[in-house]
């Protein structure tokens, strides 16, 4: 994959030492989110790299150092081409016999599949290719830990009718609405179609996984279904001037590539991604990997636990 950068910035290098403590330390949530008022931006009291940078895996030392500097890492070729086509062969089955199941998501304004999640569950084949070491052995050597898989699914922006995502970090939604203590987690996305400059790549604000974003507003029950298709979800997106702020500080990355390659990205980093009103789909196949030494609590902001195809017990 290829990175397009806003603006340069001085990097920090994460040289802290491992932490080993769970997003609560006595009793007291450390990532507290859904505030009544306003929104903060606050340090992040964790590692991005957990263990050594001499973890044994796929990656080396530098890759590791600049995963912990920036938030994410980039590979080409992951996927063979005999990969992505059992891929979109396998996500056209499964919507077809699917229907109106509430793990397809479709797009409020064509009805075209949005996301379709859980499918390492409802696909052997999905299912291999998540767990070969060229994946699950990253996640497993940046966490330091064995991996359990927190969500999985494929989205999907059709030429000329794919939807934006906002800004937003995983790992805030996933504190609040599904009970993940502490960022020991990552997604990796797997290129599916080219992902290009112009139909809708993901763009990360590089260095922002070191802090944490809240959200204000407390959240309703039974609120998943309608942040899954809102272009803007009116809860777990950070204000804009937040945004802004960590962008004009940090610059933004725009990650582009061929099908087949990947990209992995911390549970915190701050990203979004534009629609697609080009003739060229842009699908991608998303697995997150959860350190089993951090399972799911009751979630932190006060809401009953999501359903499970949107994070895995």
């Known amino acids: 994959m290829v990175t397009q950068t806003a603006s340069q910035n001085t990097e920090i290098i994460d040289t802290r030492s491992d932490v080993r403590e769970t997003g609560v330390a006595a009793g007291v949530d450390v990532y507290r989110t859904r505030l009544p008022h306003r929104g903060q931006i606050e340090p992040r009291p964790h590692n991005t790299v957990w263990g050594s940078m001499k973890n044994p895996g796929p990656l080396s030392p530098p890759e590791l150092r600049r995963y912990a500097e920036r938030g994410y890492h980039t590979e080409p070729k992951v996927l063979s081409p005999e990969d992505i086509e059992t891929c979109l062969g396998e996500v056209t089955a499964i919507t077809e016999r699917l229907g109106d199941d509430d793990r397809v998501i479709r797009e409020p304004s064509s009805g075209d599949v949005r996301s379709l999640f859980a499918v390492h569950r409802l696909s052997e084949a999905i299912a291999e290719i998540v767990n070969r070491e060229s994946i699950r052995g990253v996640a497993e050597q940046i966490l330091d830990d064995e991996v359990t898989i927190h969500q999985s699914r494929v989205n999907l ?11 937003h970090s995983d790992f805030e939604t996933w504190h609040a609405e599904d009970g993940m203590p502490a960022p020991r987690a990552l997604s990796v996305s797997l290129a599916l179609t080219p992902n290009l400059s112009t139909n809708g790549p993901l763009m990360i604000i590089p260095g922002s996984h070191r802090r944490f974003v809240s959200c204000v507003g407390e959240t309703p029950d039974d609120y998943h279904r309608e942040s899954l298709t809102s272009y803007r979800p009116p809860f777990g997106t950070p204000e804009e001037e937040d945004v802004r702020a960590l962008a004009d500080e940090l610059g933004i990355d725009t990650i582009t590539g061929p099908a087949g390659s990947a990209l992995y990205f911390d549970s915190n980093c701050l990203h979004a991604s534009g629609g697609n009103i080009t003739p060229y789909p842009r699908s991608n196949l998303f ?4 350190a089993k030494s951090n399972a799911l609590q009751a979630p932190f902001g006060g809401t009953p636990p999501r359903p499970d195809h949107l994070a895995h017990r």
């Open 157 to 167: 922006k059709p030429g000329f009718a794919g939807g934006p995502f906002y800004w």
């Open 287 to 290: 697995v997150v990997f959860n």
